[in-house]
């Protein structure tokens, strides 16, 4: 459960700090923070049989892997 909290708080830095300007969404940091902590929130929502969340965890996770390993031409 404490990994939920981690990866919590990564979504929320990432989002806050995309949000004022502080990163771009395209940025490394920005993308493995949202790569990290979704994928900390979709391995609790997996444990605890949350589906939804669960799912939804995993395409943000996946978006983010994506973005990383292909960056923009």
């Known amino acids: 459960m404490f990994g939920a909290y981690i990866g919590m708080i990564m979504v929320l830095i990432a989002f806050a700090s995309e949000s ?15 790569f990290l902590g979704e ?16 799912v939804l965890g995993g395409i943000w996770a996946l978006f983010a ?9």
């Open 39 to 54: 994928s900390l929130l979709t391995l609790r929502a997996y444990v605890t049989e949350e589906w939804p969340f669960a």
């Open 65 to 73: 892997a994506y973005s990383i390993l292909k960056p923009p031409k």
């Open 20 to 34: 004022r300007g502080l990163v771009s969404s395209r940025s490394l940091t920005y993308l493995l923070l949202m």
